[in-house]
Nanobody, 121 residues
């Protein structure tokens, strides 16, 4: 079983920065893709950013391009999201997703419980 834990959320003023972290624990054989998604009240969950393992290929949602940077530490099964120039519309619960294969070879798709990010003056 694989568990995912996010951290680093909080309250920040518009224009400020936050860094989110996500760590995966458990019977992990290999992680293929790690990603951040967010959901604001009344909205559907949307892609923020993803990063693959082999070539560190990254993908960003249109609303965060140029402001957010995703990175990962494969040795620690950890992923980060550096968020700069934050806007009130970035306010949401941010979820970490990890897709990979366990030591048994079976695939897994794990989600964290989320961390709240609030951008407000």
């Amino acid at each position: 079983q694989v568990h995912v834990v996010e951290s680093g959320g909080g309250l920040v003023q518009p224009g400020g920065s936050l860094r989110l972290s996500c760590a995966a624990f458990g019977s992990i054989g290999r992680i293929y893709t790690m990603g951040w998604y967010r959901q604001a009240p009344g909205n559907e969950r949307e892609l923020v950013a993803t990063v693959t393992s082999s070539v560190n290929d990254t993908k960003y949602g249109d609303s965060v391009k140029g402001r957010f940077t995703i990175s990962r530490d494969n040795a620690k099964n950890t992923m980060y999201l550096q968020m700069n120039s934050l806007k009130p519309e970035d306010t949401a619960v941010y979820y970490c997703n990890v897709f990979g294969a366990g030591v048994s070879g079976l695939s897994f798709n794990a989600w964290g419980l989320g961390t709240q990010v609030t951008v407000s003056s």
